[in-house]
């Protein structure tokens, strides 16, 4: 309930932020919406084509195969799901689809029905042809999309109705959070374009998932998939084929891919609000280098961005030009940085320092989160919130009761005395007998080389740690020896982040011992049984009131343990020029609906009123 | 001259197999694991659920062939009777990366010895392809820098050394001590804040080589290249700037020796005037250092800059190789280093060549 007032103050306020300075902008909230301007200014580009920054190119534009974060967000434009994300309300929604599906009790079986009014380019309608043809081009085993094959794993078959043609049942193999979810935002296909004959028709999902099915020895699913993977699928505009409102013009290597809106485009009519595209053209101009990209907003080249640095953006917000032209601002997102700390050390290559939890906490009171927020936000550190455990404070999961550690030397002193760690031969740095060894309480703390402030922060946080006789030694590492580091438990303490998003989270993959075992991303090594039964039991559990207590336990048991010293989590900074009005910025990726954004001054289609 | 022209481009054979062979190596042992770096969704750090991840990596390696060996051979005997089970026989087997490199999978690749060198891992685009869409940038700037450097650096060399001590030599020097000094970041990074700056002087665009919205549809090479000058400027400063401190002091040395020499006082004692001692006599045998300093310039056009070009957005080679090396792309980054390879023994092919146009002693007969 406390959420619920705190969401409902903070998306009043948020509605005027314009009213106020922005260094007051302390709300921590999932999306922020600015009033469109009442006045335009004579040096604004009259043109209704948006431009936006993008710091790097996709590896493709084929609608499966690819998995690079650029070629998910273009796509967004390009193509339409059977479910979609409502980035302003952190949910799914339909979007292909008439509703939600209907699911059955044991949780198995998920129903949808398809909407009449999507149309594809040839005026065709989308039809059950086409999603029979979508899920067995995805689980396909010649198909080159293991990215997509990882979320539809789960899928044992997909069951026409055959009394309503629009309707089919996605049966499950198991029971798990994701299947309402794993749909959102998957580019759907078109079965005469991909598969002009047919080919996929001859097969079922079972033939996929059977151990014994030769895929190689079936000469025409061969050529088909040979054909499918052809990357000009993904790379020439005239083969980029997708039911969304653009298309893509052109693309330029290393500059820039030009998406122009299709002409009488179904999505004009919708019957849905909030489905109708503005801008005519939308360029996602590629720029590397953060001062030329400053600049850029400088002489208004721009329109938006989600990727400045927020060191630009402060120094930009300083400056009266670029607030006259640009709505801007600091908004959360579900990306967290955090300090790992190897739990279970091999002592040889690394000692047994953190496998004790009072060191653990101990290094919680000695990092000072606060003076890195500062550090990288300004005076916009008050917008950023303090990570406490493994859960955005964005989603309801998020335990308040477990308070952030504060910066507390003499706590951190009492923890590491209590621990046996003590300055023994008067050097400055605590030690201790360990396996009859004397271990000095030094220790390298990796980061990454490449990564924006982590060097002051690694710094920062040694600095702060020697004061309790802590000796942190910070060795910035090149991605990949990091990530060998990391995945090979070779490390002491790692300054790292993960990237989520506003779905309900499987903790497997971070939290579960398994993934410690077995080379995957749970680095710390935390978990026992007791932790290894809540995870499981988080995946399969679908109603939300029994799995956010679990969820809650979770965290606790990390937060006792503290395998992690959370940091913060990251904020977006958004930008949009002014000449573009229905402004409204996400914590949940990409940060911004280009496709909203409608010029002001120009009349539009849906501007007409009935009357 | 035709023989020995015909045996160096015959020796360029071995050498090629062998730079790709090391270079094979030489990745495939770096630190990292190319899967891994695809698995980690395009470098956002997204979390996908690893119980959905179990058979994904293997599916992965399988396909691009990294499940195999990297080399494949046994050594036994020859035969099992007598003496000849002493003798040990080599056999080498197809089924390995550096085979299937070489010769391709016989499905997607063909291999480096049909010419061609597979797809990239990451953006599924053929290298050549990738290759081709690229160096055309990287071979712009580099040219053009290095027509500029030696434009202005040979006179000014020379200039330098014909007036040694000058007011002029001295400036000059101090000049270009300081700028071959200055970082390519920083003095690229000024430029910007100098010349595409509204709040200095907005004389020039911040990034790219084209405009926003790109070329107009029916542009003609000529409107093209007008349209791109604006954007060219500063980068080809940035390119140049470097190479030309470096040639200038380069040619001033040489050209300082040159004119301390017995044939240049005789010419001199000859009564001809300076400009035809320094123009006609000295010039060509002072050129040694700068043909051989040419030799490199080869192997810099597939190399391009990535500082430069990260910094003005240039669609270059520079960029593409710095990826294919941190993302571990093996087929882009071994035919970077093969190309750069055949154009390093091309550009010491050109530079014995021209010694042997400015010096007619030197013979290739031998």
Not at chain 1, 188 to 194: G, K, P, W, Y
Not at chain 1, 291 to 304: G, P, V
Not at chain 1, 380 to 407: A, H
């Amino acid at each position: 309930m406390k959420n619920i007032a705190l969401v409902i103050l903070a998306l009043i306020i948020s509605c005027s932020p314009d009213k106020k300075s922005d260094q007051q902008e302390v709300l921590f909230v999932a999306s922020k919406s600015f009033r469109d301007t009442a006045a335009t200014d004579p040096s604004w580009s009259k043109e209704n084509t948006l431009v936006y920054h993008t710091i790097s190119e996709p590896d493709n534009l084929h609608p499966t195969n690819g998995s690079s974060a650029p070629r998910g967000e273009i796509n967004l434009y390009i193509h339409m799901a059977l479910i979609a994300t409502d980035l302003k309300n952190q949910v799914i929604v339909p979007s292909l689809v008439k509703s939600l599906p209907e699911i059955d009790n044991s949780g198995l079986e998920y129903t949808y029905e398809l909407r009449e009014e999507p149309r594809w380019d040839d005026g065709s309608p989308l039809t059950m042809d086409d999603v029979m043809f979508f899920f067995k081009a995805i689980r396909c085993p010649l198909t080159n999309n293991p990215f997509a094959k990882s979320y539809f794993g789960n899928l044992r078959e997909v069951r026409r109705d055959e009394t309503s043609p629009g309707k089919f049942t996605l049966v499950m193999k198991q029971a798990y959070i994701q299947n309402e979810y794993f749909l959102s935002d998957f580019p759907m296909l078109q079965r005469t374009f991909s598969d002009p004959e047919n080919i996929l028709s001859k097969y079922t999902l079972a033939d996929f998932d059977d151990p014994d099915f030769k895929p190689e020895q079936h000469k025409d699913i061969v050529e088909w998939a040979a054909e499918f993977n052809n990357e000009k699928y993904g790379r020439q505009p005239e083969k980029i084929n997708g039911i969304g409102a653009y298309k893509v013009e052109r693309w330029d290597q290393g500059q820039s891919i030009i998406l122009v809106k299709k002409k009488n485009h179904w999505t004009d009519h919708s019957s849905r609000p909030g489905e109708k595209s503005y801008p005519e053209k939308i360029i996602f101009r590629v720029n590397k280098d953060d001062n030329s990209t400053m600049l850029e907003f400088k002489t208004q080249t721009l329109d938006a961005s989600c990727l400045l640095s927020a060191k630009n953006l402060m120094n930009l917000k300083k400056n009266p030009d670029f607030n006259k032209n640009y709505n801007s601002t600091f908004i959360p997102s579900y990306h967290y940085t955090y300090l790992a700390m190897n739990e279970k050390p091999d002592g040889a290559n690394r000692k047994k320092i953190f496998d004790d939890v009072s060191v653990r906490k101990a290094m919680a009171y000695l990092t000072p989160v606060d003076q890195i927020i500062q550090l990288v936000y300004g005076e916009y550190s008050n917008s950023c919130k303090r990570m406490t455990t493994n859960v955005s404070p964005l989603k309801k999961e998020y335990d308040e009761s477990l308070t952030p550690i504060p910066l507390d030397v003499n706590k951190a002193i009492i923890l590491l005395d209590a621990a046996g760690w003590k300055d023994s031969n008067g050097n400055g740095i605590r030690d201790k007998m360990i396996d009859g060894n004397t271990t000095e309480l030094s220790f390298d703390l990796n980061y990454l080389a490449t990564a924006g402030d982590w060097k002051d922060m690694a710094m920062l946080t040694a600095e702060q740690m020697l004061k309790a006789g802590v000796k942190a030694n910070p060795v910035p590492l090149e991605v990949k020896v990091f990530i060998e580091k990391a995945r090979n438990h070779d490390y002491d303490m790692m300054m790292g982040s993960w990237s989520g998003s506003c779905l309900p989270e499987d903790y497997t993959q971070l939290w579960h011992s398994s993934s410690w075992v077995n080379g995957g991303s749970n680095y710390s090594g935390f978990g026992n049984a007791a932790s290894d039964a809540i995870v499981d039991s988080i995946k399969s559990t679908l109603d939300e009131n029994l799995r956010i207590p679990m969820v809650k336990r979770l965290q606790k048991m990390i937060y006792d343990d503290q395998p992690y010293i959370f940091i913060y989590t990251s904020l977006r900074r958004a930008i949009l020029h002014k000449r573009f009005g229905s402004c409204e910025f996400y914590a949940e990726r990409p940060g911004i609906l280009l496709s909203h954004s409608k010029l002001i001054g120009v009349m539009q289609s849906d501007d007409v009123s009935p009357h | 001259m035709r023989s020995y022209l015909l045996r160096r481009i015959l020796f360029f054979i071995p050498t090629l197999l062998v730079i790709s062979l090391a270079s094979f190596v030489i990745l495939i042992n770096s630190p990292g694991d190319p899967v891994e770096r695809m698995m980690q969704a395009g470098g956002t750090g997204e979390l996908i659920p690893s119980s959905l991840l179990k058979n994904q990596r293997a599916e992965i390696r399988h396909r691009l062939g990294l499940d195999l060996p990297v080399f494949y051979f046994d050594i036994h005997s020859v035969n099992d009777e007598g003496l000849a089970k002493y003798i040990p026989a080599i056999s080498f087997h197809l089924t390995n990366q550096f085979h299937r490199w070489l010769f391709g999978d016989g499905i997607n690749s063909k291999g480096i010895v049909r010419g061609d060198f597979g797809s990239s891992y990451l953006s599924q685009q053929p290298v050549s392809g990738l290759i081709s869409d690229r160096i055309g940038w990287s071979l712009f700037f580099t040219l053009t820098s290095i027509i500029f450097a030696y434009l202005i650096s040979v006179p000014l060399g020379i200039k330098a050394a014909a007036n040694k001590n000058s007011a002029f030599d001295k400036s000059s020097s101090t000049i270009l001590f300081i700028l071959y000094s200055l970082p390519a970041f920083w003095v690229a990074t000024l430029l910007l804040m100098t010349f595409a700056n509204p709040d200095v002087l907005h004389i020039f665009p911040a990034s790219g080589v084209k405009p926003v919205a790109g070329y107009p549809a029916d542009a003609n090479f000529f409107q093209r290249l007008y349209l791109s000058i604006p954007h060219l400027i500063l980068p080809t400063i940035c390119y140049t700037y470097s190479s030309l401190t470096f040639l200038s002091r380069l040619m001033r040395n040489a050209m300082f020796e040159i004119l301390d020499s017995d044939f240049i006082r005789t010419a001199r004692a000859k009564g001809l005037n300076e400009e035809k001692v320094l123009w006609k006599h000295a010039l060509k045998n002072s050129l040694f250092p700068v043909i051989t300093v040419f030799a490199h310039v080869f192997p810099a056009i597939i190399g391009g800059s990535v500082i430069i070009e990260s910094i003005f957005t240039i669609p270059g080679m520079g960029n593409a190789i710095y990826q294919s090396i941190t993302t571990q792309d093996y087929p882009v980054v071994v035919a970077v280093f093969t190309i750069t390879g055949l154009l390093t023994a091309i550009g010491y092919l050109v530079s014995d060549i021209l010694y042997a146009w400015v010096d007619p002693r030197i013979s290739f007969s031998k």
